[in-house]
């Protein structure tokens, strides 16, 4: 089964450093790097905003947990927002592609 994992970061430069080492590491298959979006957040108690780069990880079920870890290890923010969660669905291509992970 695949699985998906929604990360924000500081820039794209991080995002790619921490990408390439996931991959290196049979954590992920992929990584696709966002143009840059707004975000509004509540954090320490007030509001506050900021520009952050969008990530979409593509890994296999069996690894997601594994790379939801060690991404939390690597990230630059001190409590970064991960999310990950099982597809319920996806191409076979897909499937073997990530299962191979």
């Known amino acids: 089964m695949t699985a998906l994992i929604y990360c924000p970061f500081p820039d794209a430069e991080s995002a790619g450093r921490v990408g390439r080492a996931l991959i290196e590491e049979g954590l992920v298959a992929c990584i696709n790097i966002g143009a840059p979006i707004r975000s509004i957040f509540a954090w320490d108690g007030r509001m506050d905003e900021g520009e952050e780069i969008p990530c979409l990880l593509k890994t296999s079920s069996e690894a997601l947990d594994r790379a939801v870890a060690r991404l939390e290890t ?28």
């Open 74 to 101: 690597l990230h630059p923010y001190e409590a970064p927002a991960i999310m990950g969660w099982h597809c319920d669905a996806a191409g076979a291509a897909t499937r073997e592609w990530l299962g191979a992970l």
